[in-house]
Nanobody
Framework: QVQLVQSGGGLVQAGGSLRLSCAASGRTFSTYTMGWFRQAPGKDREFVAAISWSGASTYYADSVKGRFTISRDNAKNTVYLQMNSLKPEDTAVYYC????????????????????WGQGTQVTVSS
């Protein structure tokens, strides 16, 4: 079972930027698709972005397209989520995750397709 440890997040004003990091344990990180999800209070967990094992393919929710960028550094076993032009509606707890099976296509956006989750990190965007 892969272990995921997140860092980053915090409080930012609307229009600002934040970067989330997610470090994975294990030597097979470079073989996983990786995803980011978020969950706002009272709402279901929703897909944000995913990246293929090589980084060649990415996929974004329409709500973040053009503002967020997912990337990975396989040498560091880390995936990132760069969030720019943040809006108050981006406020949520953000989670990184590994799908099961780990080579799931980046277009698989259901949270039920992901089986290993980071601890979550709060992102709050003030207006």
């Amino acid at each position: 079972q892969v272990q995921l440890v997140q860092s980053g997040g915090g409080l930012v004003q609307a229009g600002g930027s934040l970067r989330l990091s997610c470090a994975a344990s294990g030597r097979t990180f470079s073989t996983y698709t990786m995803g980011w999800f978020r969950q706002a209070p009272g709402k279901d967990r929703e897909f944000v972005a995913a990246i293929s094992w090589s980084g060649a393919s990415t996929y974004y929710a329409d709500s973040v397209k053009g503002r967020f960028t997912i990337s990975r550094d396989n040498a560091k076993n880390t995936v990132y989520l760069q969030m720019n032009s943040l809006k108050p509606e981006d406020t949520a707890v953000y989670y990184c995750a590994v799908p099961h099976p780990p080579l799931l296509p980046v277009t698989a956006t259901r949270a039920a397709n992901y089986g290993s989750w980071g601890q979550g990190t709060q992102v709050t965007v003030s207006s």
